[in-house]
């Protein structure tokens, strides 16, 4: 049957494709789950935790479980560029970082969700977007992003994406201010440090 996956009392709980636990920090608010299917191609079930006070998205945190659709060809694979991949906006960790029961790609990024909402209707940012809407919650187009992906199965055929999002406003810039140098880089690096630890704070994987 369909992997059964629920959140009470802070504690959300995954009973394959992974089986997970995850302590969810107690500042945030579940949206729910939407689920989809991703460029016909794959079925994917997000779940959505906000940390909005006053009707202003501080924290988005999103889990994503992907899985390729039965006569799908392919598995899901993801690579470390040599020594990371480091961009002035944009940043793979040189290792896989292990959280729980599993190893993870980790990587940041400072991005333009509208526009990847306006590229592509029908997919992830889009829906974000949307709900976000629905919900009266208002959601800021750039953000920074600290996301854990990783293969799930001795065949690949499924993933899991941890998603930890704030307004790039938190760092005082926009995204056209940010700066393609050795400065820019090291500034964005320290933002993106910073992120990760407070990502790590928010949710934390249970061993199994």
């Given at each position: 049957?369909q992997p059964?996956r629920?959140?009470?009392?802070g504690?959300?709980v995954s009973?394959?494709?992974p089986?997970?636990e ?5 500042e945030f608010?579940?949206l ?7 460029k016909d191609?794959a079925?994917v079930e997000r779940?959505?935790?906000v940390?909005a006070?006053?009707?202003e998205?501080e ?7 992907e899985?390729?659709m039965?006569?799908?060809?392919g598995?899901y694979s993801?690579?470390?560029?040599e020594g990371?991949n480091?961009l ?5 960790d040189?290792?896989?970082?292990r959280l729980g ?6 990587s ?6 509208e526009?990847?909402?306006r590229e ?5 940012s889009?829906?974000?977007v ?17 996301r854990?992906v990783t293969e ?5 055929r499924?993933?899991l994406i941890l998603f930890?999002m704030?307004?790039l406003a938190?760092?005082g810039?926009?995204?056209s ?5 050795d400065?820019g880089?090291?500034a964005?690096q320290?933002?993106?440090a910073?992120?990760?630890?407070r ?9 199994r």
């Open positions: 049957g059964v629920t959140f009470e009392d504690r959300f009973s394959a494709d089986a997970l995850v302590r969810i920090a107690p608010d579940y729910g789950s939407d689920s989809f299917t991703l191609r079925a779940h959505i935790w940390k006070p006053k009707g998205v924290v988005l945190l999103i889990f994503q479980f899985g390729l039965d006569g799908i060809e598995a993801f690579g470390i560029p990371g480091l002035y906006n944009y940043n793979i040189a290792e896989r970082v029961a599993l190893d993870y790609v980790h940041t990024w400072a991005f333009d969700n526009q990847s909402a592509a209707p029908e997919a992830e889009a829906r974000t949307k709900l976000m809407a629905e919900k009266g919650l208002k959601l800021p187009g750039e953000l920074m992003m600290s854990y799930v199965g001795p065949e690949k499924n993933e930890y704030e307004p938190f760092t810039k926009r995204l201010e940010l700066e393609n140098s400065a880089l090291a964005y320290t933002w993106a910073e992120l990760s630890e990502g790590l704070l928010a949710f934390r994987v249970a061993p």
